[in-house]
Structure formats: C-alpha cells, structure tokens
C-alpha cells in the first residue's frame, strides 16, 4: 500500500484509530514519509519464523512489516515503525559505509534466519557489529521521529529500546565464540 490519506484507509492505522486517533495520524505521517522518500510499503503481519519479532525490514522488496501485538499500543507501533525506518534509511544513505562501520557483521546475512535462529555460533565481534547496528537503527528512527515532529516520551523510548535489544546482549553473551 502505498501513499494513505486518512488512517481509516491504512492496515497498520486502522487498528490504532480505536486507542489513539491523534497517534494514529502521527503513524500515518511516518508511513506516508517512507513511502514518498523512499517508495517503502508498511503491512501489518506475524513474522512466520519468529512470532515474537516485532517488526523486521525487508530491504528487497522495501518492505516495513510490523507485528499487529505492536499495533495494541500505538506508542510502540510508532516506537517500532521509526526503528525500522531507521534500517531502511541506514541501507539507503550508509549502505557503502556499513560494511566498513560494522566489518564483522557482513551485512549479506540473511538477517531473518539469523533471528530465526539465533544459536547460531557467531564471534564476539559480529554480535558487538549486530548491537551496534541495531543502535543505530534506534538513533536514527529517533532522528526521523523529530524531524517529522512526532511526540516521542525519551524515557519511554529508551525503557522500549533497551526491551528489544535486550535479546542481542543475551545472544552475544551465550551464543558467541571467539
């Protein structure tokens, strides 16, 4: 789907009228920027592989899909929408930079079979590239959230920020090797 002017004509918003019109609209604004700056589509589906993933970026097909348990908030679906966006504007600005800004990470890793599969035996230093990625996704889905003027609450950003990447710490701490 593509440019949406009224929630009530979008997936993901749709289901966030009901909680939080005036969210709702803030959800809408975000989807319509990633598709009129970088033609990218927003749907609201489970993630077959991982049911527990909040959202996931699809670089090939320029794809945003986020979960509907985040719609049950919007806050978090925001909170979700502009962390994802912050993959996609990473890939699409940094992209000849992050090979050299995350050497160990090796960026053509089908990154959902790695959640699939996070026991995945990974050195250190790819699991120190993963976290630091996912950093910067958050600070710059922050920096896209402020320069559309969306109500972002910090503390409640950052208690949402460290829940999901929480998984990774876990991860670069039992499942790394050297």
Same mark, same amino acid.
């Given at each position: ?7 009530? #004509? ?5 289901? =966030? ?12 604004? +975000? /989807? ?5 700056? %970088? ?6 589906? +489970?993630?077959?592989?991982? $049911?527990? #993933?909040?959202? +996931? %970026?699809? &670089? ?23 962390? *994802?966006?912050?993959?996609? *504007? =990473? ?11 995350? &050497? ?9 079979? @790695?959640?699939?599969?996070? %026991? ?5 230093? !790819?699991? /120190? ?14 920096? /896209?959230?402020?320069? @559309? ?7 409640? %950003? ?8 929480? $998984? ?6 039992? !499942?790394?090797?050297?």
């Amino acid at each position: 789907m593509g440019f949406c002017e009224s929630p009530e #004509n979008h997936p993901v918003t749709k289901k =966030l009228l009901t909680r939080d019109s005036k969210r709702a609209l803030e959800a809408l604004k +975000i /989807i319509n920027y990633a598709y009129a700056v %970088w033609n990218i589509t927003v749907i609201a589906a +489970i993630d077959k592989d991982d $049911p527990n #993933n909040s959202g +996931i %970026w699809y &670089p090939s097909s320029k794809t945003i899909q986020i979960s509907p348990r985040r719609l049950l908030s919007a806050e978090t679906a925001i909170y979700t929408l502009l962390h *994802e966006l912050g993959h996609a *504007e =990473l890939e699409f600005y940094e992209k000849d930079v992050l090979d050299k800004k995350y &050497p160990a990470l090796h960026l053509n890793v089908d990154e959902k079979n @790695l959640l699939k599969r996070p %026991w995945i035996k990974k050195s250190q230093k !790819y699991w /120190i590239d993963y976290i630091c990625l996912e950093s910067d996704a958050w600070n710059t889905g922050l920096e /896209i959230g402020e320069l @559309l003027k969306i109500k972002i609450d910090m503390k409640r %950003w950052n208690l949402f920020k460290y829940k999901c990447m929480r $998984p990774a710490g876990k991860w670069l701490a039992v !499942y790394s090797v050297s």
